[in-house]
C-alpha cells in the first residue's frame, strides 16, 4: 500500500513544442486517404462544388423517394399474391404460419392414410366391374 495520494490516470507532464510537432506529423502520416474516406462514406464522391453538394444530396434523396412511392403504387395488392401463390392466404401471425402450414400437412397426410386404409380390395372392384381381370394387381 502506498502513502502517497491516489493516482488518478491522467498524464499530466507537459509536452515539448518538438514533440507536439512530432506527434502531429505522426498522426498526419496514419491518416487515411481520401479515396478510403470517400469508400466509407465520410467524404462525398462528387465533382461538384461544395456549395451545390447539400442541393444534389436533397435531390438525389427525392429522386430516391419519387421511385420508391412510383414502385409502391405499382406493387400488386394482397389478394393477387394469394391467387398467384406467392403469400399464404393464412390470417394466422407470421410467427404461427409455419406451425399452421405443419398442422395441415400433417392432417392432409392423416386424410390419406384413413382413405388408403378404406378403400375396396382388387377383388371387390373386379366383381364390381371397375377393374378387369388383367388389371387385377394381386395376379400381376
Avoid: F, W, Y
Amino acid at each position: 500500500m502506498t502513502d502517497g495520494p491516489p493516482e488518478s490516470g491522467i498524464d499530466e507532464t507537459p509536452i515539448s513544442p518538438i514533440e507536439r510537432r512530432n506527434s502531429l506529423e505522426k498522426h498526419l502520416q496514419c491518416r487515411p486517404d481520401q479515396q478510403d474516406l470517400k469508400d466509407r462514406h465520410i467524404l462525398l464522391d462528387t465533382n461538384v462544388a461544395p456549395s451545390l453538394q447539400a442541393a444534389q444530396q436533397e435531390l438525389n434523396r427525392q429522386k430516391t423517394i419519387d421511385s420508391l412511392k412510383k414502385n409502391l403504387e405499382k406493387r400488386p395488392d394482397r389478394e393477387t399474391l394469394v391467387e398467384r401463390n406467392i403469400i399464404p392466404s393464412s390470417n394466422a401471425a407470421p410467427a404461427l404460419q409455419a406451425h399452421a402450414r405443419e398442422l395441415e400437412k400433417h392432417m392432409r397426410a392423416d386424410s390419406l392414410e384413413h382413405k388408403i386404409q378404406n378403400r375396396p380390395k382388387p377383388e371387390d372392384l373386379v366383381k364390381s366391374g371397375i377393374l378387369d381381370e388383367d388389371e387385377d394387381p394381386t395376379k400381376a
